[in-house]
C-alpha cells in the first residue's frame, strides 16, 4: 500500500481555500464595481491576487515531486519550493490581515459585507494552513540537507615507523 505524504492534504487545503476565497473576493469585487462605478479597494484586489499566486504556484508544488522527484537531489530546487511556500504564505497574510483592518474601520452592512468578512477569515485559515505547508516544508527541506551532507569523520590513520 502506497504511504500518504503528508503534504498532499495540506496542499488539497491550500486549493480548496483558494478556490473559496477567490469566489468570495470576486462577488466582492463585482458588487463594488457594479454599485460604485469605481474600482474595487486595493485589499479586496489583493486578496483576489493570493488566491491566483497559491493555485499558480501549486502547480509548480505539486509537479516536482511527483514527476521530477530526481531534482530534488539539488538543494537549489528544495529551498527554491520553500521560496514558493514562503512568498506565498506572505501574500495570504498580508491579503487578510489588510482586508480585516479596511472592514474594521467601515460602516458595513448587508450581504456584501457578511461575504467580505468570510473572505477575510477563509483567508485567515488559508494563511494557517500556508504557514503548516511552508513550516513542514522547511523540515523536510533541512532534514534532507542533513542526510545529504555526511558527517565529517576522522580519518584513521596508522602510522608505522619504519627503516
Known amino acids: 500500500m502506497a504511504k500518504l505524504n503528508p503534504m498532499h492534504p495540506l496542499r488539497g487545503l491550500q486549493a480548496v481555500f483558494s478556490i473559496l476565497v477567490l469566489g468570495l473576493m470576486a462577488y466582492v469585487s463585482s458588487w463594488w464595481t457594479s454599485h460604485w462605478r469605481q474600482m474595487p479597494p486595493a485589499q479586496v484586489s489583493f486578496l483576489i491576487f493570493a488566491p491566483v499566486w497559491s493555485i499558480v504556484t501549486l502547480v509548480p508544488i505539486l509537479l516536482i515531486p511527483l514527476k521530477f522527484g530526481h531534482l530534488l537531489s539539488s538543494a537549489g530546487f528544495r529551498w527554491g519550493l520553500v521560496a514558493l511556500d514562503a512568498l506565498t504564505m506572505l501574500f495570504w497574510f498580508a491579503g487578510f490581515v489588510a482586508l480585516a ?27 494557517a494552513v500556508s504557514a503548516a505547508a511552508f513550516g513542514y516544508g522547511t523540515y523536510l527541506a533541512v532534514t534532507a540537507e542533513k542526510r545529504r551532507v555526511p558527517a565529517v569523520q576522522k580519518p584513521d590513520v596508522a602510522m608505522r615507523q619504519g627503516a
Open 101 to 127: 483592518v479596511f472592514l474594521n474601520g467601515r460602516i458595513c452592512f448587508g450581504q456584501v459585507c457578511d461575504v467580505a468578512r468570510a473572505g477575510a477569515a477563509f483567508g485567515g485559515i488559508s494563511w
